[in-house]
């Protein structure tokens, strides 16, 4: 599986991206994530789906904010950002997992990775 990444960019406080991440292969059964990455901290999560897009869990700073969703018509998961602050400012990573029963909130229930997009958010 080969995740690709794409969306980010710069925008100001208060603006909205869209991120998405296509997926090679046959992804409709693989729970999928969004990670985030500011300098100097460590990876953090943002978002999971499940396979079938029913489950979904968010980080507590992005809830109500984002939106996580996906299209496995296209193997391709999203991302929706509202409202972004600057704190947001960070490289965006999805991943994937092959077999889960459940949102892995942590790097390591991950096994594959996309390249990341840059977002950056402007005060």
């Known amino acids: 599986v080969q995740l690709q990444a794409s969306g980010g960019g710069l925008v100001q406080a208060g603006g909205s991206l869209r991120l998405s991440c296509a997926a090679s292969?046959?992804?409709?059964?693989?729970?999928m994530g969004w990670f985030r990455q500011a300098p100097g901290k460590e990876r953090e999560f943002v978002a999971g789906?499940?396979?079938?897009?029913?489950?979904?869990n968010y980080a507590d700073s992005v809830k109500g904010r984002f939106t996580i969703s996906r299209d496995n018509a296209k193997n391709t998961v999203y991302l929706q950002m509202n409202s972004l602050e600057p704190e947001d400012t960070a490289v965006y990573y999805c991943?994937?997992?092959?077999?889960?029963?459940?949102?892995?909130?942590?790097?390591?229930?991950?096994?594959?990775w996309g390249q990341g997009t840059l977002v950056t958010v402007s005060s």
């Open positions: 991943a994937a997992v092959g077999i889960s029963r459940a949102i892995a909130t942590s790097a390591s229930g991950y096994d594959y």
């Open positions: 292969g046959r992804t409709f059964s693989m729970f």
């Open positions: 789906i499940s396979g079938s897009g029913v489950r979904k």
